[in-house]
């Protein structure tokens, strides 16, 4: 039986929004600025805000939900998609997961080491906590445990 975590990154979606609106008013000034004065920096601030505004938007429209973007846990291995990517999603046998850990100061990051190195996940790309809470104890319960435990 597949058990479906999906990403849903609604915090962070809303704080890209909110960044690309005050980059929008933050390019505006800035424009607004090198028209009146004519100043050579004005301009570059300009582009460089608009620029920022237009990755924060690129950003908010890739994490948002879609069908079949998440962690599926089947009865032979992961599936992860990758946020960023339109690629085929990553898949791992649970044989070849060495380790699930938690990492960082709060926990808030998965790691899923295998042979080739590591694969991160954040808790940002959930919508709750609760979440990727059950997300971590299921692959606990799955992954044998490390080989070097004693």
Request: aromatic residues 12%; charged residues 20%; positive net charge.
């Amino acid at each position: 039986m597949d058990r479906f975590f999906a990403f849903h990154p609604r915090s962070t979606r809303i704080a890209l929004v909110l960044g690309g609106c005050l980059l929008a008013v933050l390019t505006a000034w800035a424009m607004a600025t090198a028209r009146q004065t004519g100043e050579p920096f004005a301009e570059a601030r300009a582009g460089i805000s608009a620029g920022l505004m237009f990755l924060f938007l690129y950003a908010f429209h890739r994490l948002r939900p879609r069908p079949g973007w998440g962690i599926t846990l089947g009865p032979m291995g992961v599936r992860m998609a990758r946020p960023f990517s339109n690629d085929k999603p990553m898949e791992f046998t649970y044989a070849q997961l060495s380790s699930v850990r938690r990492l960082g100061r709060k926990g808030d990051v998965l790691g899923l080491f295998h042979e080739q190195g590591r694969v991160l996940i954040t808790r940002h790309l959930f919508a709750r906590r609760a979440v990727f809470e059950e997300l971590i104890s299921a692959l606990e319960e799955r992954v044998p445990p490390s080989r070097y435990d004693a």
